[in-house]
């Protein structure tokens, strides 16, 4: 192979095509692009480098813009190379031969001796993938070249590329262009799964819409191989390629002559870095590196032209592409035999896609992009040829192999299924490691083998913020025995070797120190057979493939021991622990750890740049206690374009009580803070809209609906709050929950010691999931007042916001010093700042407590109910999406006054009750429902039951809409509100009478409010 010249000169940027702006923003999104990346160990790398912030990027600046530019050239500027595991492959063996009987061996390391015994003495054959392990001034230098040049190239893509896209601005409706480049947004790209997910399941509806119609379709999957390793980036600059992605037209711009340098200089660094570690065969190119922005940019608008001539010769029912992966759907007139018509069918319409020499692969020849080998991986196009109710079955195979794990990710980790979940299922199914599932490309055992796993290493993350290490341990330990088994064995590993981190993570945060080390000696036991017995695909000059792989996951491992490292341990033994790991990990990997620096100072510098396992927005919510800060103050302090979001952010800071140091991880987030957290921290935000945008746009940096006069004008009073745009489509439904809760767990609260146990998150975990798998889906879930621990309450209700159903729910008591808070906490799906996953959170404080509850907090506890806040104890309206609603806790439905602030106002009134007085309780309710006249929902602590639906109806029969008590088990019933017709019957200047009467009559004085009134009849 031909390289090019490392001696060619190439003169500087000049000093104002960046800014100082310019680089801290692609910093910013630098940090958090590849935070994302899991397989690279640079957290250490860039919280060292934060330290320093500015003086870096000076230094930077300078270097780019030099007369005497050379970092293109320069290895050490550019960073090194990792290698991650790409494809473990089994030879057919005798064995597979249908006249012999099946055999399945359980253990993993013996049955991967018989596969090997099997096959004859032809070993497996192993390749890895090289991956980026750049510098943090290299990946600055990325995305900078996104932002500047990248993202021009990006506007050429259209619709059908759904995968490595950049974060825009909306669509603008007048023009129909395309929204400009989201440079406020944290990262460059959104989060891969939902653009996947669209990938796939758009094409399956696509196919079952023409099986429908009783026509015959094609369906094509496929894919590039080594996509990222073939690529010759010159192609950038080709005024073929400008010319056939309409660059000028679509991006609105022409490439000025910086510009054009500045892709020339990153061309030539990903070119030398590539020439470095380049395989030795005669490719005419060295590829592009995986991992860093500007990569994924450029791989994705090579295909442009493609898209463009699928779409236009082909005339597809559907065509998508995912970076490489091709979806495509076309219509089956009885012209194709089997797959070889079919693909040469699509050759004879795309000129560019042709067969290679020997008829077995195609091959994608792009005009601009001659030294580019873009090959179709024949082992991976499936073809299918799909009609009739056939054609259905099939769908609804892949559909169901998909959902059965996909769907997991919308529940609560349950700790009596875990191992039986179809997750653990899968992994536990023993099948081959290159054995494929009948479905389409992207449901093969590999991709549901990573999908599992995911989703269990998910679940045991998520029961770590909601448990104490100590309530779940016998589960964990058998999870790390089932992962020794089912994923750390040696027909697995390689391919699921990428979790490990996240799995030893696990074990370091829960102080699981032997089974962390056993762990890693199960997975170096499972990676030395496979090097002893496989036979390496060499793909690259690297004289030891192995060891340079060994080293990548050593220093993600050694990474991720620092970052999972428990911030609130103090015990000794830990220390210990962890250089002991520490060791190991450098002994069993090779790779040379810094055991002279104490690992908690550098777990707690990860924490304050938020890239510790732990984000540090926890802190702020007070999940936990932050240490004190390690990191030296900033010099030069920020650029100018940044001191509006910086004081935004300060303000914000200051609203909820925190120490204004605590806005420097803010200003960088890798995790920022969501809208109903930041709701939940400044409740003001809640009905002031203007200063939650504000908030929303500085600590998130994400897009929100421009200020409207009418929509933001006049959001709430003292009395009442609108929360959401636009009217719902139905009437709202609500699930009345019947939930046990212990005096134990009660006076435990009260103590300041919230009852964390495994047996009371069981309950309430069944009980939701439930409820979110339900076919009458709710709108709103009630539970019981003190009824749900405050650490939980956030995890839950972000399950039930993702399903649009909102939660309004007793916490228990918040203890402060010699006094606790009662409270409901709500929370509402809401879409005001411009998104459906935007999300407010309200606490509405109990005024006074029952007379039962003072004396049992005064006599036992010496404590007492807070005294009343003005904003929190104010017993307000909700209008959510039009519907009005009230809260009361519990004793605060004797009061008459409370009863008459809500009469006329609202549609229904919500009680959270912890009430055995039933009688009194139920006369309440009865009369309540009728000199409020709506809709009464109660939900009482299942000890005492009684939780109930009551409506003002006029025949007795239909006032009692659900009526709830008793039973062993924690269940629900949904109920229909039918707040048309009671606004309705409320609209008329006198009331109904006789059989135009739904209802019993409005009490004498009973007024309803503007908001309700509507023309009756309508």
Same mark, same amino acid.
């Given at each position: ?547 340079? #792989?060994?080293?990548? /996951? =050593? @220093? *993600?491992?050694?990474?991720?021991? &620092?970052?999972? $490292?428990?911030?609130?341990? !103090?015990? +000794? ?33 990860? #924490?304050?740049?938020? /890239? =510790? @396992? *732990?984000?540090?927005?926890?802190? &702020?919510?007070? $999940?936990?206690?932050?240490? !004190?800060? +390690? ?39 890798? @995790? ?5 957290? &930041? ?56 699930? &009345? ?282």
């Amino acid at each position: 192979m031909a390289k090019r010249s490392a001696t060619t000169r190439m003169k500087g940027l000049p000093k104002k095509f960046f800014d100082r702006n310019d680089l801290f923003v692609a910093y910013r999104k630098a940090k958090q692009d590849v935070f994302q990346e899991k397989t690279q160990a640079n957290r250490l790398a860039f919280s060292e480098y934060e330290k320093h912030l500015n003086a870096n990027l000076e230094t930077l600046h300078s270097r780019l813009t030099s007369r005497t530019v050379n970092w293109f050239r320069d290895l050490n500027f550019i960073g090194d190379v990792g290698f991650i595991p790409k494809d473990l492959h089994l030879a057919s063996t005798a064995s597979e031969s249908e006249s012999e009987p099946h055999f399945s061996q359980s253990d993993p390391d013996e049955s991967w001796k018989r596969q090997i015994q099997a096959m004859g003495g032809e070993n497996p054959t192993v390749s890895f993938r090289p991956m980026a392990a750049f510098t943090v001034d290299m990946y600055i230098v990325c995305t900078l070249w996104v932002n500047r040049v990248g993202a021009h190239l990006d506007a050429c893509l259209d619709n059908t590329a759904k995968g490595s896209r950049l974060r825009r601005h909306q669509r603008s409706e007048e023009t129909g262009t395309i929204g400009g480049l989201h440079l406020d947004a944290i990262g460059s790209f959104p989060p891969y799964y939902y653009a996947y997910k669209e990938w796939r399941d758009d094409g399956l509806k696509a196919i079952r819409l023409e099986l429908e119609e009783d026509r015959k379709v094609i369906a094509i999957t496929m894919d590039l191989t080594s996509f990222y390793h073939r690529i010759d980036a010159g192609f950038l600059l080709d005024d073929a390629f400008l010319e056939a992605v309409r660059f000028q037209e679509l991006s609105g711009h022409d490439l000025t002559n910086e510009e054009r340098l500045f892709t020339r200089q990153l061309v030539r660094a990903f070119a030398n870095w590539g020439e470095e570690y380049a395989d030795s065969s005669d490719a005419p190119c060295v590829g592009i590196p995986v991992g860093p922005s500007a990569p994924r940019v450029i791989a994705n608008v090579l295909l442009a032209e493609f898209d463009q001539l699928v779409q236009q010769k082909l005339d597809p029912i559907y065509y998508a592409r995912y970076v490489d992966d091709i979806f495509l759907v076309i219509r089956d007139h009885g012209q194709f035999n089997d797959g070889k018509d079919v693909l040469s069918h699509l050759c004879e319409r795309i000129e560019p896609l042709d067969f290679n020499d020997d008829g077995q692969e195609l091959h994608l020849k792009l005009r601009y992009a001659k030294d580019s080998q873009l090959v179709f991986q024949a082992k991976k196009q499936r073809i299918f040829a799909l009609s009739g109710e056939i054609g259905h079955d099939l769908l609804d195979t892949i559909q169901s192999k998909i959902d059965e794990i996909s769907s997991e990710w919308r529940l609560l980790p349950d700790l009596d299924v875990l191992e039986t979940s179809p997750a653990a299922r899968a992994l536990a199914a023993g099948k081959r490691p290159n054995e494929d599932v009948n479905t389409l490309r992207k449901a093969d055992d590999l991709s549901l083998n990573r999908l599992s796993f995911a989703n269990l290493l998910r679940d045991h993350d998520q029961l770590l913020n909601y448990l104490p290490p100590s309530e779940w341990r016998s589960k964990r330990h058998e999870f790390y025995k089932f992962a020794e088994r089912n994923v750390l064995s040696p027909s697995r590993v390689f391919g699921l070797v990428g979790y490990f981190p996240r799995l030893f993570g696990l074990a370091v945060a829960c102080r699981d120190w032997k089974q962390a080390e056993s762990l890693l000696k199960r997975t170096v036991r499972s990676l030395t057979t496979l090097k002893e017995t496989t036979t390496l695909l060499t793909e690259t000059k690297t004289s030891d493939t192995w060891k340079k #792989f060994a080293l990548t /996951l =050593g @220093r *993600v491992v050694h990474e991720t021991l &620092i970052q999972c $490292y428990p911030l609130s341990g !103090k015990k +000794p033994s830990d220390a210990r622990s962890v250089n002991l790991l520490a060791g190991q990990i450098s002994e069993l990997l090779g790779f040379e750890s810094d055991s002279e620096r104490l690992l908690i100072e550098q777990s707690r510098e990860l #924490f304050w740049t938020d /890239l =510790g @396992r *732990v984000p540090f927005k926890d802190g &702020i919510l007070g $999940y936990m206690q932050i240490p !004190k800060c +390690p990191l030296p103050s900033w010099e030069g302090g920020i650029p100018d374009e940044q001191r509006e979001r910086h004081a935004a952010i300060r303000e914000f800071v200051k609203s909820v009580g925190q120490d204004v140091k605590k806005t420097r991880p803010l200003l960088l987030p890798t @995790r920022p803070l969501s809208v109903a957290e &930041i709701t939940e921290l400044d409740q003001s935000t809640v009905s002031d809209l203007t200063k939650l945008k504000k908030f929303v746009h500085a600590i998130r940096g994400t897009w929100v609906r421009p200020a409207n006069d009418h929509e933001d004008g006049d959001w709430s009073t003292a009395t009442r709050v609108t929360i959401g745009l636009g009217e719902r489509k139905r009437q709202p439904r609500i699930a &009345i929950t019947s939930l046990a809760v212990g005096d134990s767990s009660w006076a435990m609260a009260a103590a300041g010691k919230p009852d964390l146990s495994a047996s009371r998150y069981k309950c309430l975990t069944k009980l939701v999931n439930s409820i979110i798998k339900s076919k009458t889906r709710p709108d709103y879930v009630l539970l019981p007042e003190l009824s749900v621990p405050r650490r939980w309450l956030p995890g839950i209700a972000s399950k039930l916001l993702r399903q649009r159903i909102s939660l309004i729910a007793g916490a228990e008591y918040r203890y402060d010093k010699s006094v606790v808070f009662n409270e409901a906490a709500i929370y509402l799906v809401d879409n005001r700042v411009g998104y459906a996953s935007a999300h407010t959170v309200i606490w509405q404080q109990k005024g006074l407590p029952a007379h039962h509850e003072r004396e049992e907090l005064r006599s036992k506890f010496g404590l007492k109910l807070a005294e009343p806040q003005s904003s929190r104890c104010l017993k307000r309206v909700y209008n959510h999406f039009g519907f009005e609603f009230g809260t009361l806790i519990c004793s605060e439905l004797t009061d008459i006054e409370h009863r008459q602030i809500f009469r006329g106002q609202v549609d229904g009134l919500f009680v959270l009750s912890w009430n055995q007085d039933l009688e009194s309780f139920g006369s309440l309710i009865e009369s309540a429902s009728l000199d409020v006249h709506c809709f009464m929902a109660l939900v009482n602590n299942r000890k005492y039951g009684d939780s109930r639906v009551r409506a003002p109806y006029k025949d007795a029969w239909e006032r009692e809409r659900a009526r709830i008590k008793g039973g062993m088990d924690d269940y629900f019933v949904i109920v229909e509100l039918d707040i048309d017709a009671i606004r309705d019957f409320h609209s008329h200047q006198l009331p109904p009478l006789g059989d135009r009467a739904k209802f019993k009559p409005t009490p004498e004085g009973f007024k309803i409010s503007k908001s309700r009134k509507r023309i009756p009849g309508t």
